[in-house]
């Protein structure tokens, strides 16, 4: 942690499309090493993200994970149980049930977590099925990308609100983190 603090800058990177496929610029990254910290910010569950960790460039070091569209939360190695504790009362079982019920099509199983229900439903349709599922289970947020990514999760998770956390952790000022993303579901990391 100490290593951490002397870093100058946090990069809170998405990656699919962010990182991976720019292999001269994660490289370019990973020869900073001493002076960025790195926190990777996945829509992906964290089991998903562990098998991309391997394909990207050796000395490329991650400090910290946000996994399953910011219900996950990883720092130098280590699960933090006190981040995923503040959704332990978020039922995602009515979603599933209504979602099954109506035909939506959910994403497949590894793209599922216990905090975040992922759903094929056409960008057409998201204002109908968000009314829906916020009244269905309060509490919730729905976030939308692409054509058809449609994540119901609790109102207390997100990309950024993760974020926030886990700089706050790693005792970064909000002014000294760096965002990178290319979709939809990272706008709000670059609002907060």
């Not at 939308?144 to 990514?149: A, M, R």
Request: proline residues 5%; contains cysteine; charged residues 25%.
């Amino acid at each position: 942690m100490e290593e951490t603090r002397r870093r100058q800058w946090l990069l809170v990177s998405d990656l699919d499309g962010t990182l991976t496929g720019h292999d001269g610029g994660v490289r370019a990254l990973a020869g900073l090493g001493v002076q960025v910290a790195l926190v990777l910010n996945s829509s992906r569950p964290r089991s998903s993200v562990m098998r991309t960790l391997d394909q990207l460039p050796a000395g490329l070091r991650v400090d910290g994970l946000i996994t399953a569209m910011g219900t996950e939360a990883m720092l130098h190695g280590v699960d933090c149980a006190k981040w995923t504790a503040r959704f332990v009362h978020w039922n995602r079982s009515p979603i599933d049930a209504f979602m099954e019920r109506v035909g939506i099509l959910p994403h497949r199983p590894e793209h599922q977590s216990r905090y975040k229900a992922s759903f094929h439903v056409p960008a057409a349709r998201w204002p109908e099925f968000r009314d829906s599922v916020l009244k269905l289970v309060p509490g919730s947020q729905v976030v939308t990308s692409g054509e058809s990514d449609f994540d119901v999760l609790p109102a207390a998770a997100g990309k950024e609100k993760a974020m926030a956390w886990i700089a706050s952790e790693m005792r970064f000022d909000p002014d000294r983190v760096i965002v990178a993303g290319d979709s939809g579901n990272d706008v709000a990391m670059f609002n907060a």
